[in-house]
């Protein structure tokens, strides 16, 4: 099934921490599944539940005042192992959108090759979203892919972001990148009988 | 046009650049395993295609193999499953895998640069991030998630953006005790755990150029830990010296134009870096990690920061990173009691590694309150330990020598680090969890940890040799 992202309007679940890395989205031993489904009901294992499964109340996936389709955390999001389970998780969870000031470069393409929106915006905006989320919990956040611009609806304040056309067009068409390389065989051949050896 | 060594690879790597797309770019070398590769084939079979270029990718069992009697079937089923898929799909697809009980079977990083695998000029990527590993050798080298490797497997291409450089010079040399580890573990500790994100790192300067290419790994090894896309050190004689007559290096004619054509790879003088750190080697002490990222380590003499040292914006992730640690701003680290010892994973299994640390424990033994867990990187270095003696002197000092895999560095297997204890680590990451739920993790050079296992504490191994 090809999934696509275009535009969305939703309440967020806030996550003010900054170097969140894969190891807390997706700690390791949940790593043993061979297919891309189920990931999500151990995002943030070991802050959402205690040693005896139980769920930690003063975690954020368990406070039901917070849901939506939109994660909002610290900077440099998704640093350390390239581990793509981790956007699994995310996408299976029911985000499709993350916000943050800074993300790690193996989690923002991991996250868009699996149609998740990874939006980078300022320290300053990013702190206006988490308090128009401290002081609401139901705010919501527009999205527009198109237009590249998110806002806080209930202020007006918004802000563009940056994503490189190419994907851009991947997301909002639902192509993925297999398609266009495969595209690309003609050329793959010509490059290898070009070169003597292999590096 | 003057070139940074990156631009060089990279240019000799573009199949198509097309305006307002990515390049296109060739791989030379695919390693994959067990953990990140199984959805990768699987969604081969849902196109029906094959593996393009099977002898561009090896296959090997490492992250989530038991460390102890891997000539049984493995217990743990989840685990088993895994590596029987990587068994199967590797057969399938016609993929050359070192399994468990291959003699070449070992971590990823380990075992590409030992056979030869791992060449100046390539481009290498593996569904891992310290991929960067293979950077030491003049290769441009970096992990990828595992829709990534499923293009590699369908085109031997991957689509990528042209990162900006970073050059980090250490000038002068090490003192007495601080080896490469600590270089690296200096340079996160000032840049932070995001301070070279989308940037790809050339390491230069006279300390560089003194390692040894064990030592060198350990440094391009953790270029992910401060965000960088990978890290690469120009080839020399000392590279070429590692490579010549390994297993599936070039050789006789070969052997020769390649040689000429490595010694090509450099950054030309005066090539433009997007930025560029220098540090003195002088400056550098054995290095400690004392919080839950990479980037939160200080010399081993050091203190904790204050509250007050730290930035108001940051003090809630800092104290967060403190609770969990069970630490006191402002403290000391020196003489704290750890509960484990871990000595492995791909920053640090290698032989030189573990001759390391035979030559400062022999004749010593470890201390009553710490558990010593040594894991080679791969059965050659397990089997030249052997050879040299080394287990011997592991088994005199109270320490396991087990058997080759990523082990306790993420605890995917039965390796872990029970809640609440404390392990010096030789491996890269201290995140929260990571050896285990709620295990805490100091990370160390091969000597601060090879010093804790004899004190029981956090040692300053100066005062040792």
Redesign the interface.
């Known amino acids: 099934m090809k999934k696509n992202f275009q535009h969305l309007i939703s309440t967020a679940v806030p996550l003010?921490?900054?170097?969140i890395?894969t190891?807390?989205i997706i700690?390791?031993?949940f790593?043993?599944?061979?297919?891309?489904e189920g990931f999500g009901e151990n995002l943030f294992r070991?802050w959402r539940y205690d040693?005896d499964n139980q769920p930690k109340a003063d975690f954020v996936l368990n406070d039901s005042r917070y849901k939506g389709e939109i994660l909002v955390a610290?900077?440099?999001f998704g640093?350390?192992?390239?581990?793509?389970?981790a956007?699994w998780a995310i996408a299976d969870y029911g985000f499709k959108v993350v916000v943050s000031s800074?993300f790690?470069?193996?989690f923002k393409?991991?996250a868009l090759?699996?149609f998740i929106l990874p939006i980078q915006v300022s320290d300053d905006f990013l702190q206006q979203v988490f308090s128009a989320i401290e002081a609401d919990a139901n705010a919501q956040l527009e999205v527009d892919l198109e237009a590249q611009f998110i806002k806080i609806v209930a202020t007006g304040a918004q802000e563009n972001f940056d994503i490189?056309?190419?994907k851009k067009a991947c997301l909002i068409n639902g192509y993925?990148?297999?398609d266009?390389?495969?595209s690309?065989?003609q050329?793959?051949e010509k490059?290898?009988a070009g070169r003597?050896?292999?590096? | 046009m003057k070139r940074t060594l990156v631009d060089k690879i990279w240019d000799s790597h573009v199949?198509?650049s097309k305006s307002?797309?990515?390049d296109?770019l060739?791989i030379?070398?695919h390693f994959i395993h067990e953990?990140?590769s199984?959805?990768a084939f699987?969604?081969l079979r849902k196109?029906g295609?094959p593996v393009?270029r099977p002898r561009?990718t090896r296959a090997t069992a490492d992250?989530?193999v038991p460390t102890i009697d891997q000539h049984l079937p493995i217990k743990e089923a989840?685990?088993r499953?895994?590596v029987e898929?990587l068994t199967k799909n590797t057969a399938e697809f016609g993929v050359e895998l070192y399994g468990l009980g291959h003699p070449y079977q070992g971590i990823v990083h380990v075992i590409g640069p030992e056979l030869g695998i791992t060449?100046?000029?390539?481009t290498i990527v593996c569904?891992?991030?310290h991929t960067s590993t293979h950077g030491a050798f003049g290769?441009m080298a970096f992990?990828?998630?595992?829709?990534?490797v499923?293009?590699v497997l369908?085109?031997?291409?991957?689509?990528q953006?042209r990162p900006k450089r970073m050059k980090i010079e250490i000038n002068g040399q090490l003192k007495k005790g601080v080896v490469s580890k600590d270089i690296i573990l200096y340079i996160i500790s000032k840049i932070s755990?995001?301070g070279a994100?989308?940037y790809f790192v050339e390491y230069c300067g006279e300390a560089i150029r003194s390692l040894s290419m064990e030592a060198r790994m350990t440094i391009c090894n953790m270029s992910?830990?401060m965000?960088a896309?990978g890290g690469l050190i120009a080839p020399d004689e000392t590279t070429f010296a590692y490579i010549k007559g390994r297993e599936f290096a070039?050789k006789g004619a070969?052997w020769e134009?390649?040689l000429a054509?490595w010694k090509t790879l450099y950054s030309d003088a005066d090539a433009q870096f997007d930025k560029t750190l220098r540090f003195d080697a002088a400056d550098i002490e054995p290095m400690i990690t004392y919080g839950t990222?990479p980037?939160m380590g200080m010399g081993i003499t050091q203190h904790i920061p204050a509250l007050e040292q730290v930035e108001d914006k940051?003090r809630?992730?800092f104290k967060?990173s403190l609770d969990y640690m069970a630490l006191e701003p402002g403290s000391a680290l020196l003489g704290r009691p750890v509960d484990y010892v871990f000595i492995g994973s791909c920053t640090n299994s290698r032989i030189e590694d573990l001759r390391m640390v035979a030559d400062f424990v022999k004749g010593k033994r470890k201390a009553d309150n710490v558990v010593v867990w040594i894991v080679p990187g791969s059965k050659q270095v397990e089997a030249q330990a052997k050879k040299e003696g080394i287990d011997k002197v592991f088994e005199a000092a109270g320490f396991q020598l087990r058997e080759p895999g990523c082990s306790a560095c993420?605890?995917?297997n039965e390796d872990k680090v029970p809640?609440g204890m404390y392990c010096i680590s030789t491996s890269n990451?201290n995140?929260?969890?990571?050896q285990g739920?709620?295990a805490r993790t100091f990370l160390a050079s091969p000597l601060t940890a090879a010093a804790a296992a004899i004190t029981g504490k956090v040692a300053d191994v100066r005062e040792l040799v």
């Open positions: 003010p921490i900054e170097n890395d190891d807390q700690p390791a031993r790593l043993k599944a061979t297919t891309r070991d040693a610290g900077k440099n640093c350390g192992s390239s581990r793509e389970h956007a800074f790690a470069d193996i393409n991991n090759n699996n490189n056309p190419y993925d990148d297999i266009y390389l495969l690309l065989r050329e793959i490059y290898e003597e050896f292999n590096f | 199949v198509v307002g797309f990515p296109a060739y030379n070398t953990v990140t199984p959805q699987d969604g196109r295609i393009f561009k992250h989530n989840l685990s499953h895994q898929m060449l100046p000029g390539m569904g891992d991030s290769a992990g990828i998630g595992t829709s990534e499923e293009q369908a085109t031997q291409c991957i689509l953006y755990a995001s994100t989308g992910i830990e965000g896309r070039p070969d134009k390649a054509y990222n980037g940051e809630p992730s967060k993420l605890g995917m809640a990451r995140f929260e969890g990571r739920p709620n």
